[in-house]
DNA sequence: CTTAGCACTCATCTCTTTAGAGTGCTAACG
DNA sequence: CGTTAGCACTCTAAAGAGATGAGTGCTAAG
């Protein structure tokens, strides 16, 4: 039905408009390595094309894009061994084998509940944490100032960090710090980490290790880090930011949206400044450009009296604040009470 | 530092537009039952207003819109007593409850993996039908013809549907065949109730009941339609439609993702046409006018050989067919295999 | 202090013009 | 006879030029 030459023009077209989006002309097929014609030759064949239904002209004077039938034939001739690159599969094997907790799941869920109800964007910032806890811990002196702190998680995730070291440290005491660690806090869950440090190493570190108040800092250091790093970020109802009239530009949902998948930089904004309760930040107030028309309301749950996460609804800065704010200060609450039953 | 008037006038243009999304002029609130004052008089409130700072203007000649002082002034002064409805809370609570089945949460799961790795949106199509039994089913006759089905699940899931009667069927009849079953379909899964209708009630109701055929066609029907309204809808992505130029109108999005909110529609779409494996519908091939310009492909995932649900990825029709097929297909028999593997 | 009236401003919509990309056709070439 | 160069032609998208109208600020009267 089709010449060879027909078919693998039709290729190259429905490719590059793959690729591309814009309409294909006859030059920019010429142009490849694989077609061996010059435009006008290309042209005929293209009008060819076009005459059997494969091909449209979106108007006279533009390249041609594939039409349905072209469509249905380059995917009716696709290669059927085809397979995925072996790294994407890896990739999709390994997601695919995770799990969330129940804590996760549990935020998650209320994460698509406050987008339901509101209309806006929910932000819920859960703690990992619960399911993670201390696997190994390494300290690796790099020189006399430097060293590089290693934390290996029960989930395999592996952080580390540069810490500086206070001066004349001996390596033999660097060593005890360490393997008292990892004695003492093996299994325990990273957000208690800190706070273990004190009331079970405490002593021990004390009678033990000469500069104990320094390295204390140092690993208090760490550990705070390890904290932050590891929250969960849960989003639900990105898209009714597209009912706000303020975003109808796509381009502003779009710088808004592309912040929104930046996880470091949104946990940073969803950490509750001074005290807890609900917070609003209005506009600009929120220390990113992207937001500056928008509002971040948020409300943070806690666990035996300790913030453990946020929850928040991002919106425009005409937001309707009284009704958000209630339905995050009764959602929060419920979260908090059902934490602290669950885990008791 | 503001005087009553000042405030009043204030709230109700913080009131308006968030409501409008519009720069409120004096004419709109001046026609408020609660102010009571003419346009010039607002005006020149308004000015004041604009002088402190709580107010802007877009342009010259527009009306104002609050200033971030403005909507931080208006925050401040909310109502701290105000809650949500209690019609909403209740709403609120009611959803927190609910919980996923470990099922769902694998569909869910392989939902958001799907869209993350295409850069299109994921459906998927999961059967609810796995953690909902039956728990009561009753029939009651409005009239001669008709009656009202009704099936409440073990999750506490009403149902219901007006069925047309067979003529000529007794009320002790259909008593009868509700008793029967409630007493042998009693926890029965809803996916299965359609075919143990066949292989345990058959002999029985040909047995005691008269209109044995006829009735047996009602609860068929009855049945079906259970099964289909059962099935559970996950999306994910549903933004990456933004990042395709085609979509650059954000009407067109909306269109299509206001499809997306009609789970029936969308349910109707994903059902697998003739025989299962990947099938690829390009542009008008869907049945629905919104996805003219999008391409939907599915894949089927199944247990004992029945197929279950569908997993599907919705692009443009310039879509890399070769990719998303092949991820498909591979996620589509993992997911068999974790469920054979998991329902053993 | 409040309100009516009127001139003024500026965004938005529509219409026109312009620039540029890509075609179709014809004629020449190997 | 298939292939290619050249050129006139077409049509969109971008830029510019009025017309429209909502809403203001100011002034003067109530």
Redesign the interface.
Known sequence: MLTERQRMILNAIVDD??RS?EPVGSRSISKRGDVGYSPATIRNEMADLEELGFLEQPHTSAGRI?S?KG??Y??DH??PA???PPG??R???K??A???SAME?VIQ??AM?LS??TNYTSILLGPEVFHTSLRHFQLLPLNEETAVAIIVTSTGQVENKTVQLPPDVPVSEIEKVVNLLNSKLMNVPIYKLKTRLYTELGQEMERHISNYEEIMKVLDNIFLDGEADHQRLFLSG??NM?????F???DK??TI?DLLEETPTLTKMMAPQDGGGIQ?R????NDHEAFANC?LITATYSLEGEALGTIGILG????????V???LN??SK?LTAMLSHWYK
Chains 1, 2 share one sequence.
């Not at 597209?242 to 303020?246: N, S």
């Not at 425009?316 to 009704?323: N, Q, V």
């Open positions: 408009y793959i989006a594939p349905h469509y249905r380059y995917v696709l290669d085809y397979s995925a994407e599969i990739l999709l094997r997601f695919f995770e799990k969330l799941q869920h209320a509940i339901h109800m990105t898209t597209l009912t706000q009239p303020e109808k530009d796509v949902v779009k949206l609003v209005i506009g600009t107030e509002s425009p800065t005409r937001m309707e604040y009284a009704r704010m209630s339905i009764i959602l419920d």
